[in-house]
């Protein structure tokens, strides 16, 4: 059974960085959607998804990581940095050549030094 899905979102200046817990899987990913389309509306430059506590990422959540990216990009040419991935979520990150659009880091503090 999927670890239930947990959200949180704080705000600093021109980034907004969610924390998630929990699985991302197909039965969380209406409620993902509303948190992307939340952040998308805020236009910051950086999106930050902390991630340290998400054991699954379905290929739907992905899609919807993609989507975010477009939006930011082009709204204010801004960043998604997904935080923290375990290695097997990062590998398939990678595997699906996402990181080259989304980026990875190891702490919210390396993703504002690397990509803010």
Do not use: C, W
């Not at 600093?12 to 929990?22: A, D, Y």
């Not at 991630?51 to 699954?56: A, I, N, S, Y």
């Not at 992905?62 to 998604?80: C, E, F």
């Amino acid at each position: 059974m999927p670890a239930p899905v947990k959200f949180s979102v704080r705000e600093e200046p021109g980034t907004v960085i969610v924390t998630v817990t929990g699985d991302l899987s197909l039965s969380a990913v209406d409620e993902f959607q509303v948190y992307i389309n939340g952040v998308a509306a805020k236009k910051p430059r950086l999106a930050i998804f902390e991630m340290h506590e998400v054991t699954f990422v379905s290929s739907l959540a992905m899609g919807s990581l993609v989507s975010l990216y477009h939006v930011v990009n082009k709204v204010s040419g801004g960043k998604v940095v997904l935080v923290g991935l375990q290695s097997m979520i990062r590998r398939a990150f990678e595997v699906a050549k996402l990181n080259e659009l989304i980026g990875l880091a190891e702490s919210v503090e390396d993703a504002v030094k690397k990509y803010g």
